[in-house]
């Protein structure tokens, strides 16, 4: 079932692609594009595969128990980005930019098992299925853009190797409880 798209609010939680990268260290593309745009650099980079409500910490428990064989299954999924759109986060409540990824696979399949999941739980998806993960915040807080623009790339971008699942809850704008890290074990 499909809930009523919105921004986020505290109480959310959120189903994300990360990478397993511990070094902190910014890729030289998002450095160049703070250079150019200003903001924050997003940290860590993550893709969105889902988000819904649920005031019940047992069915999230019990969601991130039927995503650990995912991990095997799916992962690791290589992020790509295609272009980028500054655009207006309502949550935030700042500009933002915002890269569109390269449609793939592995990415959708995981974005597909992540909805059976929350649907078998009887828990409210607020993305539409074909969603997949369309968007990555790069930038927060850049300048208002003149116009509506969409920034293309030479070429397609790695912007990192998904190789973990995150499951947190939002507290405020920026401020995030982690409540399950998913990780393939030895």
């Known amino acids: 079932m499909m809930g009523k798209f919105r921004a986020a609010a505290p109480g959310d939680i959120f189903v994300l692609l990360m990478p397993d990268d ?3 260290a910014t890729p030289a593309w998002q450095c160049a594009l703070q250079e150019q745009y200003g903001g924050r650099i997003t940290a860590p980079l993550h893709v969105t595969l889902q988000r819904f409500t649920c005031s019940d910490l047992k069915k999230v428990e019990m969601l991130q128990e039927r995503l650990q064989p995912a991990i095997a299954t799916f992962l690791p999924i290589s992020v790509m980005g295609s272009d980028m759109t500054p655009l207006y986060s309502n949550f935030r409540h700042n500009h933002i930019l915002k890269c569109r ?3 793939n696979d592995s990415l959708q399949a995981l974005t597909e ?3 059976n999941q929350l649907r078998a739980l009887a828990l409210t998806a607020h993305y539409p299925s074909s969603w997949s993960g369309e968007l990555v915040t790069v930038l927060e807080g850049i300048e208002p853009p003149p116009t509506d623009f969409v920034i293309p790339l030479s070429a397609p971008t790695q912007f990192f190797v998904g190789t973990q699942l995150l499951i947190s ?4 704008p920026d401020h995030y409880e982690q409540l399950y890290q998913l990780k393939q074990t030895d």
């Open 101 to 103: 990824l390269q449609r």
């Open 22 to 24: 511990n070094t902190g």
């Open 113 to 115: 098992e992540v909805a």
């Open 169 to 172: 809850r939002v507290v405020g």
